[in-house]
């Protein structure tokens, strides 16, 4: 059990839907700014974004946000740096491609994250195999990592992942990368296979789009994951206030049930 | 003794390489690609079916030719594996064949390929209008500039090329997007990765279809009574046409080179770590972010190399050199004016390695096999570019 475990257990007692905004660290000067806006806009969890040279699970427009945040010279101990100086009361995780820590090596990645107050990790491109030194490593900093299960993942594999998973289970709403979607896709079946299997919060993400969807997200589930939309935003030059104000928006709508 | 290439452990580990670090999404068309590969290569009815059409469409086997002007001018016994002979002219059809098959068994109507200079491009599309598969092709859009007539090829053939506009818009973006492409359509398309890497099982499965040339390399030689080569030489983007070869003769005494891009050498100037699926040696920044490769043959533009090479590598099984642009030129007019063989500047890489270390690595007298990769008609117009551009 880490912390992350408990905060997020305690949410989902509350009976409040968890809503989790995805943003690009360093993707300009005042990206802390869209953080906190996020967080004041009633974010339960952010989600930030340590860009990487070959975002495999991601979509056009977080590419181009991590291409801007490496283009101003962001790495991921700077992304960590910044994090550290927030003081925000909800928890953090982090989202990159195994690459950035296995190079800093698993142990240091590991202290690192917990200097920098995150909770948990999400890294898509190692799964449950590969992951035993990472966790190991993680749970002795009280460092979360957190799975994904997509439509495609079978039973007995949801199974397994829900298992050792911690945090909460990341539900793939399609088979896709990041990016803009027009509806929910197999959200639905994705979390009822899931909620067989493990009684742990469940989000949905991946395309996740408008605060419609968002709330049908947490209709089924006990949270939204929101990604592509919001850093169009922050692309656009739309900046903290713009973050906040849809952040704002997905929160009631998801409120609204 | 330890033996060599033989299998992986059952994630496929290479040592401390290899694996399968992919999303969630992909790991049940992996675990059924393995199955599918498994079962297929234990079958006698799909081997059969993959030799018949490699022999019969494909022009296997190859022949190896002997190099008698430039061995005598360069005192050593020079020996080339012909696959500038096989179907679409290079090793790849190989591959491509084999996954194109699988494609099938399992069920699959359509395939997807990443390619650089277009030659796993070209033999994908090619297998595809053989065997009846739809075929989209992802290829760096600066690849496309480079290799415009390729494209052209594959349109030929009936597949649709996607330029990717992405990262460098070479090889290693092709295959992201490839990647990327892959999760949206995997019930219905399977991925054919051209070479020996990406996640388990592409690595092994890759170099199982090439083991064919080694075989038949090895055979050859014994036949004409050469025996046992002192080195084989092979150059390295992924390192297909390399595992192949080494795959014959893994276990005996000779010494196995394979030969990078000075540009794009993962052994000589990377370090371990994690991409396309695989752990491997790769060229990165000191903070982990993937470095583009640089050379004058878009089929080495690629800032890894396959997990086997990275094994063989650092059990020191093989070795691994790299070659300038220069002196890959060199080597391209070289071996056309002496032996009346164009070789693509993928394959000059090996020979230049060759050519360079006789009196050095390679003794004088040696007898060495080069894997002739590819024909260089692909680069002729490349070529003429910059030999005019000096001239
Ligand atoms: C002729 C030829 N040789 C070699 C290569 C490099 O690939 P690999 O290292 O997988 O053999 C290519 C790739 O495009 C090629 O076209």
């Known amino acids: 059990m880490t912390s992350l475990d408990t905060t997020l257990a305690a949410l989902r007692a509350s009976g409040r839907k968890a809503l989790v905004p995805y943003l690009v660290g360093g993707v300009s000067d005042d990206w802390l700014d869209h953080v906190r806006a996020a967080v004041h806009a009633g974010a339960d969890v952010v989600e930030i974004g340590v860009p990487f040279s070959d975002p495999m699970m991601d979509g056009v427009v977080i590419q181009r946000a991590a291409d801007v945040s490496l283009g101003r010279g962001t790495t991921p101990q700077s992304v960590l740096d910044d994090v550290a100086t927030l003081d925000v009361e909800i928890p953090l995780v982090v989202m990159t491609y195994f690459n950035v820590f296995h190079h800093m090596g698993v142990t240091r990645a590991a202290g690192a994250l917990h200097s920098a107050g995150v909770s948990g990790v999400i890294l898509p491109d190692l799964p449950i195999e590969e992951q035993g030194e990472w966790r190991a490593s993680c749970t002795d900093v009280d460092v979360a990592t957190i799975n994904m299960v997509a439509p495609s993942t079978p039973p007995a594999r949801i199974e397994q992942i829900a298992k050792i998973a911690q945090g909460f289970l990341y539900a793939s709403a399609r088979m896709a990368v990041t990016g803009a979607a027009s509806d929910e896709g197999h959200a639905l079946d994705v979390v009822t296979r899931s909620r067989a299997v493990s009684d742990m919060p469940i989000y949905v993400g991946i395309g996740i789009t408008t605060p419609e969807q968002a709330a049908a997200a947490a209709r089924i589930a006990d949270g939204a994951i929101v990604g592509s939309a919001l850093v169009q935003r922050v692309l656009e030059g739309q900046g903290a206030s713009g973050v906040e104000a849809f952040v704002g928006e997905l929160r009631r709508a998801i409120d609204a049930g | ?391």
């Open chain 2, 1 to 391: 003794m330890t033996t060599y290439m033989d299998h992986p452990d059952e994630l496929g580990h290479f040592g401390d390489f290899g694996g399968r670090f992919v999303p969630e999404a992909l790991m049940p068309a992996c675990l059924e690609l393995e199955e599918a590969f498994r079962d297929a290569w234990a079958d006698p009815l799909f081997l059969d079916e993959y030799h018949h059409i490699l022999k019969e469409f494909g022009g296997r086997p190859t022949p190896v030719t002997y190099c008698e002007r430039l061995s005598s001018e360069l005192g050593i016994e020079l020996y080339l594996k012909r696959e500038d002979l096989a179907h679409t002219g290079s090793h790849k059809i190989n591959n491509v064949i084999g996954q194109a098959l699988l494609t099938k068994r399992m069920g699959k109507k359509r395939i997807i390929a990443e390619t650089g200079a277009g030659q796993h491009g070209v033999a994908s599309a090619t297998a595809a209008a053989k065997l009846g598969l739809e075929c989209t092709v992802y290829m760096g859009e600066l690849d496309t500039q480079r290799q415009a007539l390729n494209v052209f090829r594959m349109e030929l053939l009936g597949a649709s090329v996607h330029p990717v506009t992405s990262g460098s818009r070479t090889l290693k973006d092709a295959v992201n997007e490839a990647m990327r492409e892959w999760v949206s359509c995997v019930e219905t398309t399977h991925y054919c990765l051209g070479s020996v890497m990406g996640p388990h099982p592409f690595p092994w499965m890759v170099r199982e279809f090439q083991s064919i040339l080694g075989r038949e390399a090895a055979q050859q030689l014994v036949d004409r009574g050469v025996g046992t080569p002192d080195m084989v030489v092979a150059c390295v983007g992924g390192g297909s046409n390399a595992a192949g070869l080494f795959s014959g003769f893994a276990n005996s005494s000779a010494r196995l080179i394979g030969v990078e891009a000075a540009g794009g050498s993962a052994i000589g100037i990377g370090s371990p770590g994690v991409l396309h699926g695989m752990r491997s040696m790769l060229i990165q920044s000191d903070v982990g972010q993937i470095e583009e490769a640089h050379s004058i043959s878009a089929g080495l533009d690629y800032p890894g190399i396959g997990p086997e090479h990275a094994y063989l590598a650092a059990s020191q099984r093989a070795e691994y050199f790299s070659a300038g642009d220069d002196e890959v030129l060199d080597a391209l007019q070289r071996l056309s004016r002496s032996e009346g063989i164009i070789p693509a500047l993928e394959t000059a890489h090996a020979l230049a390695w060759v050519f360079r270390e006789v009196g050095g690595q390679i003794r004088r007298g040696d007898t060495v096999l080069v894997n002739l990769s590819g024909r260089g008609d692909k680069d002729v117009a490349q070529v003429l570019d910059i030999l005019g551009a000096r001239a």
